[in-house]
């Protein structure tokens, strides 16, 4: 059984960093994407960022561009988000997230593709 299970999220006041990790226990068979996504109260789950599994391209929502890096470390099953140069209304509940569908690749920030999925963790920004 596939599990994602993230952590690093916390409170932090505007302008500071953190680190969001997601570990996955389990063999995700022919996973093309790792993404990360957010959901804030009253609001739907939007993207933030996703990485190809292999070449390791990166996509990256117009809002988080610039402030945040996606990576992984495959042979840790691990993937990554740092976030910098937080702010408010980056507080939400992140989630972690594979796809097994090479739709993926044409549409990384599309959270249909994603069929495996986190708990979440969250990040409070305060101002």
């Known amino acids: 059984q596939v599990q994602l299970v993230e952590s690093g999220g916390g409170s932090v006041q505007a302008g500071g960093s953190l680190r969001l990790s997601c570990a996955a226990a389990?063999?995700?068979?022919?996973?093309?994407?790792m993404g990360w996504f957010r959901q804030a109260p009253g609001k739907e789950r939007e993207a933030v960022a996703a990485?190809?599994?292999?070449?390791?391209?990166?996509y990256y929502a117009d809002s988080v561009k610039g402030r945040f890096t996606i990576s992984q470390d495959n042979a840790k099953n691990t993937l990554y988000l740092q976030m910098n140069i937080l702010k408010p209304e980056d507080t939400a509940m992140y989630y972690c997230?594979?796809?097994?569908?090479?739709?993926?690749?044409?549409?990384?920030?599309?959270?249909?593709?994603?069929?495996?999925w986190g708990q979440g963790t969250q990040v409070t920004v305060s101002s």
């Open positions: 997230a594979a796809s097994q569908s090479p739709r993926c690749l044409l549409f990384a920030l599309d959270k249909v593709g994603y069929n495996y």
């Open positions: 389990g063999y995700i068979y022919s996973r093309y994407c």
């Open positions: 990485i190809a599994t292999l070449g390791g391209s990166t």
